[in-house]
């Protein structure tokens, strides 16, 4: 998951530059062995308003010869997301962890292992509420527009090096 820019950054991204850069990025993690790459806005930013959510919508983009699924999702709020998939959940469903990850990350079925989060390392997005339980961070505070294949590159081998444990256990 890439994390970075404001709603309007998004918007100022063209469809077509969006699937450019969704094969360019798509293409990395697909390397890296992963099938999915989720792009975020990491706030509203000051001009938020002017940029509404029809206008910019969420894409799904099956990328890097269908190896690897790209959703580029300028929803900037995750507490409003948090809440939009609450109301997905089918009428009597079990809410529970499972359930609710399901409807959260949505086409995707796996929580992301790696966020890297375009902006400083001393607060973090908004848009990351559910996504921080396991996911791991790495910083690069460069903007949205300036992002490419190479730093994707750098925050997964950085990822690689690093030695995670979830609950005390090694993985």
Not at 11 to 38: M, P
Not at 50 to 74: F, K, N, Q, Y
Not at 95 to 120: R, S
Request: proline share 6%; charged share 25%.
């Amino acid at each position: 998951m890439v994390v970075g820019g404001t709603r309007r950054d998004f918007a100022a991204i063209g469809a077509d530059q969006w699937t450019a850069r969704a094969e360019e990025l798509g293409t990395v993690v697909a390397d890296a062995g992963g099938s999915w790459l989720t792009v975020r806005a990491y706030e509203r930013g000051p001009s938020a308003d002017e940029v509404g959510h029809a206008a910019l919508g969420r894409r799904t983009l099956v990328v890097a010869g269908g190896r690897c699924t790209a959703m580029i999702d300028p929803e900037s709020d995750g507490r409003w997301r948090f809440a939009e998939a609450m109301r997905h959940l089918p009428p009597g469903a079990v809410v529970d962890e499972k359930a609710v990850a399901g409807v959260l990350y949505e086409p995707a079925d796996v929580e992301p292992d790696l966020v890297l989060v375009l902006g400083p390392p001393i607060r973090l997005p908004p848009s990351l509420v559910w996504e921080l339980a396991y996911g791991e961070l790495v910083f690069d505070d460069r903007a949205l527009a300036d992002l490419h294949a190479a730093h994707v590159r750098g925050a997964i081998e950085e990822f690689k090096g690093r030695q995670r444990r979830f609950g005390g256990l090694e993985s």
